[in-house]
């Protein structure tokens, strides 16, 4: 098969299992959008996935996406930041991405508002952000603690704090919530991280209703319908799309 039927068949395999997992939980396929991560990818087999129906992508590091970004601007797609950022790059991720997944704490979240705060005399407008969350504990470091979920009152107490000072900024626009699960044969696994997530989020839009908290990102290759079923709306599927990582 060529590469271009191989990418083009996954996606279509992909979308027809989002739209199962959508109907066994009484959602409607167009909440869920799919962000097929591109990361280690070429711009050329990134293009075969944009030819395909893909609107959005996610790359987890801003040097590799600014180049990406540059080869594909013709074809127009969302980029989302799905990885780590370091304070030092927060002007160019601000001026390049549509979506940060990844925000993980108050001073980033500060850093990013004053680059939109700068960008905004050249027309960007609020960047939309998610807070990433690290729920289990086992899937990485990263994001603001919650481990155990929201009967963790401490850690919720802080992460309630923190989310005010950053709802606050007016250049940031806090949509919701992004958590990676830890890796397992069984999606089911995943299952109570991407529960205590949604949960998080009801908790966060009780408390602080002045962001709309509308977003899930949550969900990769291994456990995408699972978290569909629990309310993603963001899904980041890389290997089911392009194959294994080299
Ligand atoms: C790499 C990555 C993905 C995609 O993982 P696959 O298993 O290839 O679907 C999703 N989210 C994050 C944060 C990633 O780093």
């Known amino acids: 098969m060529e590469p271009s039927q191989g990418i083009a068949h996954n996606i279509a395999a992909i979308r027809e299992r989002i739209a199962a997992a959508a109907a066994r939980a009484g959602r409607s ?35 590799e996406a600014d180049e990406k970004i540059e080869l ?68 990485t470091k990263e994001g603001f603690d919650l481990i155990g979920g929201v009967t963790n009152q401490t850690a919720l107490v802080s992460l309630v704090e923190a989310a005010r000072q ?6 940031l626009d ?16 995943a299952r109570p991280v991407f529960r205590a997530l949604r949960e998080l989020r009801d908790e966060l839009a009780r408390q602080i209703p002045q962001a709309a908290w509308q977003h899930l990102s949550m969900g990769m290759t291994g456990d995408f319908e699972v978290a569909i079923e629990e309310g993603a709306t963001l899904v980041r599927v890389g290997r089911a799309i392009f194959g294994e990582r080299g």
């Open 166 to 171: 950053i709802v606050a900024l007016p250049q």
């Open 72 to 139: 594909l601007r013709e074809a127009r797609a969302r980029w989302h930041l799905i990885g780590h950022l370091q304070r030092n790059k927060a002007k160019r991720a601000a001026a390049l991405f549509d979506m940060i997944h990844s925000l993980d704490s108050v001073k980033l979240a500060e850093a990013l508002n004053r680059h939109v705060e700068e960008n905004s005399l050249l027309g960007q407008r609020r960047l939309p952000v998610l807070l990433q969350v690290n729920v289990s504990g086992e899937a």
């Open 29 to 63: 396929p167009d909440e869920i959008t799919l962000i097929a991560v591109t990361k280690t990818h070429s711009a050329r087999r990134v293009d075969l996935a944009l030819a395909a129906g893909v609107t959005d992508c996610g790359e987890n590091r801003v040097q």
């Open 174 to 189: 806090v949509q919701g919530l992004m958590t990676v699960a830890p890796y397992s044969d069984d999606p089911e696994d």
